[in-house]
Structure formats: C-alpha cells, structure tokens
C-alpha cells in the first residue's frame, strides 16, 4: 500500500495496518477494543524511574547472569524482566555470586539454560540485612562494575559475560562485589557456593517460619 505521506514513511504505515487487523481479529474482547489504536502500544509497562533488565534466559555457562542497569528511556523488550525503582544496591546484590547460586539452584530451565522467574526465583530470594556501611561498600563495587563494562564499548555483555573471554578486570570487580555481599549475609564463606546456597534456604526457612 502506497502510503499519502510519501514513500519515507510506508514501511511504518504497513506496520500499523498488520496491528490494526492482528488486533481486529483476536478473539480476546480486550485486544479488539485497541484495533481503534493500532499505533500505539496495548499496554504499557516500562517503569519511570531506573530499572534492573533480567534476561529470560541465559546461558548455564555462564558464572553471573549479566543484569543491566537502565534508564527509563531505553524499553524493557519482551525477552526480559525488570525491576523498577531500583538502585545500585540492589543491582550489587542481584549481581553476586549470592543471588547466581540462588539462581542456578532454584530456577527452571530451558534445555539446560536458566530460566530465571519472578515467583520461583526473584520473590523468593532473600536479601541480606545490610548496614548502612555495607550498602555503601555493594554500591561502590556495583558501580564499578558498570564502569568496567563501559570501558569495553566494542563488546557485548554476551562477549564480557563468556566464561572463556571474560576480561580479568571484569572478573576482578566481580569477586570485590561478592565479597561485599558476602559480608552483608554475615558470612565468611570464601565464595563456597554449596555454602551460599545451604545459607540462603536457612535464610529462606525462617522467613517462611515467620509468615506463618
């Protein structure tokens, strides 16, 4: 279909023509009903303030999930979850080997991948109670983190995040953070990851004792 504004602009046109009768022909009422704005989005769920992106799924090679920190002008695609309102602390602490060995225990798979959830993994992650002083410590080691990736603008977080390439300046400022983490539990486990996770379903035993 030729488009009134000129050929510029065509493929965008079609594109909201396909909307328009993908959603005309839903048998779901409420899908219908948006055919009347087929250019704009059916539900908006980006969050307004900085977020944590957390892919769906993620290499089992991998030794940390590599989670981003955005602002809320970039689009949390379909591929991942996020973490709205959130802060370089909790960043650190999603970035840990902590949270990575709660993640490869209790998480669902796709063939052998992670699948990472919020009910099964995120909701139900204990987070440490940490001190001001120690927050402070998981926010400096998380912004070093971003820093580092930074400074390898030619490469993607897939390329930092491979166990075979991972730069040793990235790995360096991973173990800082998990140290910081480490401290925040409470715990001197020198990265013992069978360890981490007995400690975590402790943790979680006597959240859920509580609720009770």
């Not at 063939?111 to 400096?140: C, D, G, L, T």
Request: net charge neutral; proline share 5%; charged share 25%.
């Amino acid at each position: 279909m030729k488009s009134k504004l000129g050929s510029q602009v065509s493929p965008i046109e079609e594109r909201i023509i396909r909307v328009k009768e993908f959603r005309s022909s839903s048998s779901r009422e409420a899908t219908k009903k948006l055919a009347v704005t087929p250019q704009l989005f059916g539900e908006i769920r980006q969050p307004e303030t900085q977020y944590i992106f957390i892919p769906r799924h993620s290499s089992e090679r991998r030794i940390y999930i590599p989670l981003g920190f955005l602002d809320s002008d970039i689009i949390c695609g379909d591929s991942g979850s996020f973490v709205p309102d959130a802060e370089l602390y909790h960043f650190g602490v999603m970035m840990s080997q902590f949270h990575n060995a709660w993640v490869r225990t209790v998480c669902g798979r796709l063939e052998n991948r992670y699948r990472y959830s919020n009910k099964v993994v995120y909701n139900n992650f204990v987070w440490p109670s940490a001190s001001a002083e120690q927050r402070q410590r998981i926010e400096k080691a998380a912004q070093a983190i971003l820093d580092v990736r930074a400074s390898y603008p030619e490469l993607s977080l897939a390329n930092l995040y491979d166990p075979d390439k991972m730069p040793a300046d990235l790995l360096k400022a991973h173990k800082t953070l998990d140290a910081a983490v480490e401290a925040a539990y409470g715990v001197s486990f020198n990265g013992d990851e069978e360890k981490i996770v007995a400690h975590l379903f402790k943790l979680y035993a006597e959240a859920t004792a509580e609720s009770k």
